[in-house]
């Protein structure tokens, strides 16, 4: 069993950044991700590492959004520079080991 805390969330002006956390409540071996999901869409990939550190990122944020994990401390991070209104949604964590782990989210609001 594995718990996913995020935290970080809340609103931010256009061009604005925010640092997204998410903890685990054991060492995860497995890839992490975020992923988000805006009013009305489908939840979508945002980014993903592995223990070793690969990275993948969607096009949409890519060179505006950093995910990076301490693995020490069992957390994954997600940091988002350069924010949009079209970026405002749930985000949320997530593993997968045996099944799929998803946190329960935490709102990122970008408006003027």
């Known amino acids: 069993q594995v718990q996913l805390v995020e935290s970080g969330g809340g609103l931010v002006q256009p061009g604005g950044s925010l640092r997204l956390s998410c903890a685990a409540s054991r060492t995860i071996f497995s890839t992490m991700g975020w992923y988000r999901q805006a009013p009305g869409k489908e939840r979508e990939l945002v980014a993903t590492?592995?223990?070793?550190?690969?990275?993948t990122t969607a096009t949409s944020v890519k060179g505006r959004f950093t995910i990076s994990r301490d693995n020490a401390k069992n957390t994954v991070y997600l940091q988002m520079n350069s924010l949009k209104p079209e970026d405002t949604a749930i985000y949320y964590c997530?593993?997968?080991?045996?099944?799929?782990?998803w946190g329960k989210g935490t709102l990122v609001t970008v408006s003027s």
């Open positions: 997530h593993t997968h080991y045996l099944i799929d782990y």
């Open positions: 590492i592995t223990y070793g550190g690969s990275i």
